[in-house]
């Protein structure tokens, strides 16, 4: 639709009248049905330009006096026009036209406006009521626009956050898999050792079998019974059995060890996904540090030293799962801002106002330019493919949701330090993000 044909609907074609027409003329015509709508009548130059608005409420004012009609009805319409009347172009938006009618009605509305073309030639009359409802139709539909770009974007808000989380996961997934692989080659390599060294054992089991079966044949001759007395005393040798026992405490005890390390990593990977868990559970802040740490610790191990400074906490009410992800990004991204290897210090602490969680890393450190935009949906400073951008955007947003804030503070070739508060009372309407 464009602007022309909108308000070209408005448009009335009304007759114009000529200035020399009489008032008592004006009159009749006011009264006839086809302009029983109208509150005014154009008058026109033999141009067809506007020249004045007749309006009924000037005539009333005219025919109500004693002998009004008698002494001003032969006059011409001139005399009684408006000669400024409210003149509103076709080329004007339907917005534009509603802006220039409204800010120059007077109240009560008396008058109509004319509307004309590019040259300001006449073409009808506009009344405010159609474009009042005009109005009302184009903001509902604009209305209706805004519902579904809402609708919309909400759902790609939706789909981003999962991206995020995905991408998160991968990388989470990612480095639990490297630390699985530890334990698991050793444990591996342990087993592969006790089959080795187990293999003797199992051939001296046999011979002693041998052995004793000959003895209990009353038909073993003694060239046999030598034969396996011979090979018992050989497998005996070979296997060395008062040897082997502490290197099968060693290998077993290396062995639980890793069994032990790969249950710590899958518990702390539950944990962090807190899965089995409600929105609302009382934990403790210090538990989630330790398992954010702990998925980590892949990512962190060959970047920096970690000093954990974790203070005494009250169990808060919040989602576990959310503020691992906060974390796991805040330690991610500690990892990758230092160069070489560094010190990434993280400490909790609580007083009356809230508990207080701490993550400094001795890294390159922001500029203040840069600094003002970590929080922005996808302003990231890593190069394309190895960020979305949206790490810290997400996680503000999980921290304001618990009712907290997270504030930064940095300085090139110092490092950063970002610090989230929270309330010791989880806000009641917190948002749950997707």
Known sequence: MTTTSALARLLRPVVPLPPELSINEVAERLLTPEHKAFLSLPVVDAESRPLGLVSRTRLQDIFMQRFGRDL???HPVREVMNPEPLVVSLETSLEDAAKQVTGQLQYPITEDFILVDA??????????????????????????????????????????????????????????????????????????????????????ARAQATL????????CDEERLAAALRDAAEARELAAPELLEADFRQLFGDTLYGLEQIAELVVGLKDFARLDRAMSEEVDLNDCIRSALLIARNHIKDKAEVEQQLGELPRI????????????????????????????R????????GLYISVRDSGRGMPPEVMAKIFD??????????????????????????GGQIRVASEPGRGTRFLISLPHLRVAAMKRSA
């Open 346 to 353: 993280i400490r909790s602490w609580a007083d009356d106002d």
């Open 72 to 74: 001003r009805g032969r």
């Open 377 to 402: 949906p996808f302003f990231t400073t890593k190069p394309v493919g190895q960020g979305t951008g949206l790490g810290l955007s997400i996680s503000y947003k999980i921290v304001q949701d618990h």
């Open 317 to 344: 009410a919040c989602a576990p799962s959310q503020i691992n992800q906060v974390l796991l990004n805040l330690l991610t991204n500690a990892a990758q801002a230092i160069d070489g290897r560094g010190l990434i």
């Open 212 to 219: 004793a079966g000959c003895l209990a044949d009353p038909g």
């Open 119 to 204: 040259e300001g030639r006449y073409c009808g009359l506009g009344t405010v009521l159609d474009l009042l409802k005009a109005m009302e139709a184009r903001i509902g539909q604009r209305n209706r626009v805004l519902r579904k770009a809402l609708v919309d974007l909400k759902e790609s808000q939706v789909q981003l956050l999962q991206s995020e989380k995905m991408a998160s996961l991968g990388q989470m997934v990612a480095g639990v898999a490297h630390e699985l692989n530890t334990p698991l080659g050793y444990v591996k390599n342990n087993v592969q050792l006790l089959r080795e060294l187990s293999a003797p054992i199992f051939e001296l």
